[in-house]
């Protein structure tokens, strides 16, 4: 008989009064293991099509709403951050990562830097 996976929620985002995003990592990982998996729960979605979930290589160190008016000045999404400073925007028009220089504590360009990420309206 196989043993279930455990699982610990470590941050969790409302994208709106529907839809929640909770992060996890396995009971079992070290901190700062860059293995998570991000769930979405849609309220109003289908029975049996309300939970989606994506997995990432990387410590997940905050998740927010972000609103960049470079990019889109109507619209937020969703923005993850690894604890070594990569940031994954989750833009409805295509995805896309950027790296935070010197942040981190175990990347070759690590300065020690701690960043999180604050809701930008």
């Known amino acids: 008989m ?19 995003i909770v ?29 989606y979930y994506d997995s990432f290589n990387f410590h997940m160190q905050d998740i927010t709403l972000f609103r960049n008016p470079d990019i889109d000045d109507a619209t937020d999404y969703l923005t993850y951050m690894s604890s070594e400073g990569d940031v994954y925007h989750a833009w409805w028009k295509g995805n896309f990562r950027e790296k935070i220089k010197g942040a981190g504590t175990w990347v070759d360009d690590a ?7 604050l809701s930008h309206r």
Do not use: M
Request: glycine share 6%.
């Open 2 to 20: 196989s043993e279930k996976l455990k699982i610990e929620f470590t941050r969790a985002c409302a994208r709106s009064e529907n839809i929640v």
């Open 23 to 51: 992060n996890a990592v396995q009971e079992i990982s070290d901190t700062y293991d860059p293995d998570c998996r991000i769930y979405r729960f849609e309220h109003d979605g289908k029975v049996g099509e309300q939970w």
């Open 111 to 117: 300065k020690g830097y701690v960043a999180c990420l």
